[in-house]
């Protein structure tokens, strides 16, 4: 592991303990103090990591930060739908660094807890909070629907694994980015995880996301969330295919019969020569 993905786990495991001793001290409501505690904590590490101007601190101010709304989403769990979704979304993130410290440290940058991931990322969580926040005024029963969140959780943790399993299944293999030149020790991976599909990651991120939405009993972004991580993962998958059958040749047009991309509707890039 990366000597900062140590750190991210180290100051995760401080914050939480830290806050949880603050709450536990002053003795008022847990979720309150959660919330103030971890504010106050964040707010000091992100001052020096700004004064400091130090790669180190930039990702001990992410991890502190990503473990705060972890704990403040579990506290919030009992009372609020929302409490899930957060939870769910600061592990995802975290865990999306700290797996990426273990298989590839030499590719570990500040991107890979993909807080960053692109525009449309952050203006899809944003739409995502806006429609609970106004459903929950209009319509708050809909917000109370537990079965359905709790089927959403249940989806978020399949696709988590599912991802997850196939980052470490591939290992130093696997990359963030879609790579353009054949490293040398570039292998394709074909067992495990990725005997059932080809693209195990993506088909975990894609119902992870759908999943979110299905926690915050969110209709309209559910199905909007649907067809926008169709369309990225349907162009992804084709580009991506492009490369590795550049790179493995008939291995890859071989292992694309055998195996779909795990996606639904989503055959991904077909050579011309693909039926001979």
Known sequence: MHKNGKVAVITAFSTIALSTVFDLIVGLDQRVLTGVSNVFIFGAIIYVSYVLKNDTLEVVWRSSLLASGFAIGVKLCSSSIFGSYLSILCFFHFTEYITTSMIRPQQLTIDSFLLNHSQAYAIAAAASWLEFLIELYLLPGLKNLRIISNTGVAICLVGEIIRKGAMLTA?????????????????????????????????????????????????????LYAMASWKFFNQRVYEEEITLCNFFGQQYTAYQKRVSTGLPFIEGYVPVNFQQ
Do not use: A, M
């Open 171 to 223: 290992w130093s293999n696997f990359d963030h980015l879609v790579r353009f030149e054949k490293e040398d020790d570039h292998q394709l991976v074909s067992h495990g995880i990725y005997n059932w599909c080809r693209h195990p990651s993506y088909v975990g991120w894609f119902y992870w996301s759908i999943g979110t939405q299905i926690i915050l009993c969110n209709p309209i972004c559910t199905i």
